[in-house]
């Protein structure tokens, strides 16, 4: 079964400019999950979506939103690009999105915001 | 979420056993020990998880104390490719994963 994939792979922008991240879960999986990576903050979550809702959401500005599709992909968008939004975002796809299903991560999109 | 407290670094010989501790006091009774590890600029790979029993697959197993406050992860015969940071997590699920700052593993030659 193909894992979680994730495009772009590299995506490098300039501040004020906006950014769309995608993502495929795996086959069967319905819950999808964003984390961005930085150096001072480490791995943060930032919302998950489920059957195309978004289900709960991290403590980041309302400049990152989401969407998922109906065959489960997810896109999540960062308008007002700012230096610190420079980052690795991650996508994770589950079963459910419930405690007993396990998250598996794709490689991840590396932001540069120049 | 139960917070986690594990070492900041840890070294390891080659093909001897990897053994990496957390503490998770706070945890509840129905709260899962996730552990992740994350090999650099790559996405966190799930190595194993569990409840109260202690579990084995093919990765690693997983140790978890009686009273459930901590646990341990062994890689029983590490290989140069197990240097990673190692992720103990509790609890997750659609509140999300909660990161600490993990141990850096490293397994020397």
């Known amino acids: 079964k193909a894992g979680v994939t994730q495009t772009p792979r590299y995506l490098i922008k300039t501040r004020g400019q906006q950014v769309t991240l995608s993502c495929s879960p795996i086959?069967?999986?319905?819950?999808v999950s964003w984390y961005q990576q930085t150096p001072g903050q480490g791995l943060q979550f930032l919302f998950e979506y489920f059957s195309e809702t978004q289900r709960n959401k991290g403590n980041f500005p309302g400049r990152f939103s989401g969407r998922q599709f109906s065959n489960s992909r997810s896109e999540m968008n960062v308008s007002t690009l700012e230096l610190g939004d420079s980052a690795l975002y991650l996508c994770?796809?589950?079963?459910?999105?419930?405690?007993?299903?396990?998250?598996?991560f794709g490689p991840g999109t590396r932001l540069t915001v120049l | 979420d139960a917070k986690t407290t594990q070492p900041t670094s840890m070294d390891c010989a080659e093909g001897r056993a990897a053994n990496l501790p957390c503490n998770h006091s706070t945890i509840s009774g129905n709260e899962y020990v996730y552990w992740y590890r994350q090999i650099h600029s790559q996405g966190p790979q799930y190595i194993i998880h569990?409840?109260?029993n202690n579990e084995t697959n093919e990765m690693a197993s997983l140790i978890i104390t009686e009273d459930r406050k901590s646990s341990t992860l062994i890689l029983p015969h590490a290989t140069l490719r197990d240097t990673a940071v190692y992720y103990c997590?509790?609890?997750?699920?659609?509140?999300?994963?909660?990161f600490g700052k993990g141990t850096h593993l490293i397994i020397q030659p």
């Open positions: 997590i509790v609890s997750g699920g659609a509140d999300g994963l909660t």
């Open positions: 086959s069967g999986h319905r819950s």
């Open positions: 569990g409840l109260k």
């Open positions: 994770a796809s589950s079963l459910r999105g419930v405690k007993t299903d396990t998250q598996y």
